[in-house]
């Protein structure tokens, strides 16, 4: 059964397999005794922070391994804040981080501080003079991920440190997805990462801190990891995160052309098997092994049912499939639709045939869904008379049914004639104006509507 969703956890590396399992012997003791079982276990672990310190591009003595990669964003961010607090009480933040960094976010307004989010362009990239302009003499710390865990598009971060260097704000880095392709170029601050992206084990994530970054630990004090990371050290994982992170790097030059290859095809041939296809990201500067898209009429949840049943284990930002009921704020970001949405994301060993399987069974998979929900076809010419206006109510509608509401009416009104959609679905703010552009009508905008929710106005134009 081909997994295709190694953004969101890549399967254990061999390496850290057998990494693993002989520091499970080696290396359960503790690193802070001075007795021989103790003395042993240090080794271990300062050989495995001297391999990842490598990798990351930094001194071991900056870099400890924290619980996870969360762990590692959130003492990042507040660390670097009250080292700061001086400066100032400025967080500025891409609008498409992680939510761990946005939840960092969150807890800092909370207590009082500002924060900024930087916004990005329909490929899902910030500008870099426009994070520039966001900072400010009271910035105290910036965060820019080094690609985006959704689509997967690259941002500009030595640009960004360049901006950051010059006005003395930090920038920390979220390097999850990246850091197993390569090393995260540019003059960054702090950096996080998390082992069970590039293949370790979960439950290790890092943490690099440059020298001369102000930088205060928040919460009890503990003598381990530079009080940093409280805590026992998981060491058979930490070895074997090390020790995976190593052995991707060493693949991932050829890997990563042999997966970016594989992930073309997806782009370029999923637009032409299935109609009415959004491919998002940016084309060229992006992970290598990662494609989104989002297919317009279809129920999300239900889509990724239907790939599973038929062998295929995808991701989605669609809030079909959220608990929240509402879109990733990745696509809410940049624009793009949501319903319908799919994240391939191909591990290493990804084969050619199971590719081409998924383009096989994608089209049938997707028309049965549309068939299912009743998708009407495309809309008829504009009736000789008709009215004006009409008005679609699809509140308490979660999507896609509101702009598969608007379809089957477009063509009921003459051109010029417009078709206001009543509904309550977040996704409906992202889905119909995309539904506009990409079937060349205008979408008018939005207001309150009479009853709750929100009231969109399309024009027919065609």
């Known amino acids: 059964m081909p997994y295709f969703d190694a953004a969101s956890a890549a399967p254990l590396h061999p ?32 050989a495995a922070r001297e391999a990842a310190a490598e990798a ?29 607090r001086r400066a100032g009480n400025r967080l500025v933040v891409s609008a498409v981080e992680h939510s761990s960094v946005l939840h960092a976010a969150e807890a800092h307004a909370a207590a009082g501080g500002t924060v900024a989010e930087v916004p990005v362009d329909r490929s899902g990239a910030v500008d870099a003079a426009a994070f520039a302009a966001a900072l400010d003499g009271g910035t105290a710390l910036a965060c820019l991920q080094s690609a985006n865990h959704e689509v997967g598009t690259g941002q500009p971060v030595a640009e960004v440190a360049e901006a ?20 995260v170029e540019g003059g960054w601050s702090l950096l996080a990462a998390s082992a069970h992206k590039w293949g370790g084990p979960a439950g290790v994530g890092l943490l690099a801190v440059r020298k001369g ?18 805590g026992f050290e ?22 990563g052309t042999r997966l970016r290859a594989l992930v073309d095809r997806i782009r370029a041939r999923v637009p032409e098997l299935v109609p009415d296809v959004e491919v998002v990201g940016d084309p060229v500067r992006r992970l290598p092994h990662l494609v989104t898209f989002s297919c317009l009429y279809v129920d999300g949840e239900t889509l990724l049912h239907e790939l599973d049943r038929e062998g295929f284990s995808v991701s989605s930002g669609s809030s079909c499939t959220s608990s929240t009921l509402t879109p990733s704020h990745v696509l809410r970001a940049m624009g793009v639709l949501s319903e319908g949405n799919v994240r391939v994301s191909l591990p290493a060993g990804t084969t050619a045939e199971d590719v081409d399987r998924f383009l096989d069974v994608l089209p049938g998979v997707v028309a049965g869904v549309r068939e299912r929900l009743g998708v009407p076809a495309s809309p008829a010419a504009a009736p000789a008379a008709g009215p004006g ?8 509608r979660r999507c896609p049914i509101p702009v598969i509401e608007l379809a089957k009416v477009i063509g009921d009104v003459p051109v010029g004639g417009t078709v206001t959609v009543l509904a309550d679905d977040e996704a409906a703010r992202l889905d119909i104006p ?19 929710g929100r009231a969109y106005v399309v024009r027919r134009v065609s």
Not at 15 to 37: C, I, K, M, T
Not at 213 to 230: I, L, N
């Open 15 to 46: 390496v850290a397999r057998q990494a693993l399992l002989a520091s499970l012997d080696e290396g359960w003791a503790d690193p802070a005794r001075l007795h021989r079982e103790g003395r042993r276990a240090r080794l271990l672990l300062d």
């Open 56 to 84: 990351v591009g930094c001194r071991p003595d900056e870099l400890v391994f924290t619980p996870s990669g969360t762990r590692a964003v959130h003492a990042g961010v507040s660390g670097a804040l009250a080292g700061r």
């Open 389 to 396: 206006s009409l008005v679609v109510d699809a509140l308490g």
């Open 213 to 230: 970054v102000r930088f205060a630990p928040q919460g009890p004090s503990d003598e381990r990891e530079s009080g940093r990371a409280p």
């Open 234 to 255: 998981n060491l058979p994982a930490i070895v074997a995160a090390a020790a995976s992170l190593r052995a991707v790097r060493a693949e991932a030059e050829a890997e």
């Open 164 to 183: 950051c260097r010059g006005l003395g704000v930090p920038l920390l880095v979220d390097a999850a997805q990246s850091l197993g392709w390569g090393p």
């Open 434 to 452: 995309a539904w506009c552009e990409m079937r060349g009508q205008e979408y008018v905008g939005e207001g309150d509507a009479p009853e709750g």
